[in-house]
């Protein structure tokens, strides 16, 4: 199997630069196996300071949490997918749910965030995950279905090898509870069955799927021990380094 196995934290509006130099650095001298990414999705103000403190034997890298879709203009305040890649930051985390449903931005929106930052060159950590009544429906397989077509199917195989899904359940974000092993697992299978169905049977072994929502130290290790699930994006709990180095061991 030639996907990898990925801890992603999510440091979302948290820390200062100091703080964040801090944590980053003892993630990184922590003992780890090889076999892991680690990706840190920092604020873009930490982005150059990590880069400058954090060696890059640590093999820790680093993601933006969000981008423009444009490359350039007036838009005050934005960031570009250009000026990250110009950055050398390898990953963009987009789609997140937290920016789904506080900047309002929708699948279409999306799809034109992720073709910028594809042909920026960035590597993007695209997030998927249905709210608590669409769970409750029964409709969440076909509901996570309609973001990644809106989003991922019309991208080439080439392409696909630059993407990274994560199945975050809104129900289970940053709220303590969290999807039961065996509900990820239906996820997941259903989304490399749809990655299958799309882009062929390389594709659907090579993309790696994470899970997202409440993982812990206490849980990482019988989510990751789930055969569709290939690691996990973390908030919360990656803001703890002791708590994210277990789950950076948990495979
Ligand atoms: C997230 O923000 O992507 C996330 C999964 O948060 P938490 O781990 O805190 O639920």
Known sequence: MARKQIAAGNWKMNTTISEGVELAQAIASAQRSDQTLTILGVPFTHIYPLQKKIKASSKILLA?????????????????????????????????????????????????????????????????????????????????????????????????????IAYEPIWAIGTGETASPAQAQEMHEAIRKMLLKQFGKRVAENTSILYGGSVKASNAKEIFGQPDVDGGLVGGASLNAAEFVQIINAF
């Open 64 to 164: 933006a949490q969000n981008c423009h879709h444009l490359k350039s203009g007036a838009y005050t305040g934005e960031i570009s997918p250009t000026m990250l890649a110009a950055m050398k930051v390898p990953y963009v985390i987009l789609g997140h749910s937290e920016r789904r449903e506080y900047n309002h931005e929708d699948n279409a929106l999306l799809s034109l965030k992720l073709r910028a930052a594809l042909d920026s060159g960035l590597k993007v950590i695209f997030c998927c995950g249905e709210a608590l009544d669409i769970r409750k429906s029964g409709e969440h397989i076909s509901y996570v279905k309609s973001q990644l077509a809106a989003s991922i199917f019309h991208l080439s195989a080439q392409e696909m090898k630059n993407i990274v």
